[in-house]
């Protein structure tokens, strides 16, 4: 039996090359040698994490991971007929994106966003210079099960901790996953304000919200 | 064994012993060898910058005579402003920062810096700052610059009147977020053309472009067109070119400078840009990685602005401050790490400025 070995190389290697048509050729001839289309999703999966880790060394930029995830999105909804129906459409989880109040700085946080979309997550970035009871309502009104918050200043890394008290006065604290990041913040300030998950970087973040999810 | 008391990057204090400082300069200097393409320090630099870092002085400084040129940004911000900019709360007027800066601070060269620290906004207000430029150049006598993020992220959505890249890339609208960051940055040529030659006529010594590229490949093309229109307007005009981070964020990921694409380049390559373009000086940038060692930092952040100052004919004027160059992140970086910091920098990279 095949293990489809020259396949998945195939497809890791269009999704590196990050062109759309070679993405879906690279799919098509997979499926034509007998691979699963629940197999071409995983390991299409597994070539988005390399794109990620190649734009996280500055050798793959912002629209090749898009034109990437991009492909990957026309292959899944070519393959439709062939998924269950569980896997058609769906999205590991909802996560709530933005900046905290007081911090304008927007590239990190959106650099994340799409790094989590491309990942496979549903996405409502709210934007920066976020107040902090936006953040709960937004959690609310679009029933997100993950947060993520950015702050790009020491001044504002303590409004993440403002928000997490928000989030339990509403009494919604134990029903969402709260990911902190930006560059003044470390894992040490994450466990003293009890966030779930502390990244470094855009594509750990994608990492640590799959495993929050486990 | 003896341990050594050093500081994390977020500027914790941490006790290591020699074998794992060492360690971490090994990971550090091979990690920017590894991201750049460029080479790691030698063993003889490592073991003088593990010298550095292991001294039981507090604070460290470089030999007599090997003393390098000082220059502060934000202008007297770093005095009047308080912590939200790093600032000391300090009631002083712009005068009055920049004479204090040059008396008392020691500083070689200074700048005159609104509030806002950026072309867009300075932009409407370039007289105000005209008027203080003269009025300060009547009573200073180091070089006295004019300094200003070229920030493009301002002219996106919500701030300005282009379409927000990273929104449009989300709806993989791909190429016409590429046109936004284009039209971006030719608006920010034409702010900075118009910016830095009102301010030269108010009689400045010069521009800093500080944090150049913070919006990422676009915003490094629009400063470089900026920088070079300005330097066939003003042929004498002395331009500062410093940059955002070590890599050049590829957001737009193809625009391209002299023919290059500038996304991903790193300081040894943006130097060769900077001095096209027509810069006099150029201050390279590595960022701090608050979960890591200052022996990590500091050794990837040397290896960096070394293989700049390898390759660059223009002075090397490295950015060191919080969270670049090595230095901790944090509200008042800790004096012990930012003097070993600079002291690595003049005496392993051979920066030519600080």
Redesign the interface.
Known sequence: MSDFAKEKQAIIDAMVAYKVPGIQKAADDAKAAGMEATEIIDVMGAGMSDVGILFE????????V??A??GM?AVVKSLEADLPVDKMGSTLAKVCMGTVEGDVH??GK??C??ML?CGGFD?V?V?RDVPSKEFVAQVVENGCTMLGMSAL???TMTVQRDVIALLEEAGVRNKVKVMVGG???????ADKIKADCFS?SASEQVDKAKALLE | MAKYCTRMGDGSTVYMTKEEIKQDVLDGTADAADMGGIKDLTADEIEHLIEIICDTNRIVGVARGEEVVLSYDVGQLDMTGDNGNSGGGVPASRLNGALVHERTLCADTFELAHSDYSIKPVKPVIANEMNDMEVIQNNIIIPYFYGAMPNMGLYYSPDGPYGNPADLMRQFKIDEAQEQAEAAAKHLARDILYVATKIDDAGSDGFNFDTTASAGDADFVGTLTGVEQLRKERPDMSIMLGMAGENVMGIHGEIEYDGKVVAGLFPHQQVALAEKAGANVFGPVSNTNTGKSLAWNLSRAVTFVKSCTDVSSLPVHVNMGMGVGGIPMSETPPLDAVTRCSKAMVEIAKVDGV
């Open positions: 060394r500055g050798k793959l930029f912002l629209p090749h898009l034109s995830a991009n999105t927007d590239i959106s650099i966003s799409t979309q996405v970035d934007g200043m020491t001044t560059a003044p913040v470390t894992q040490a300030w470094e």
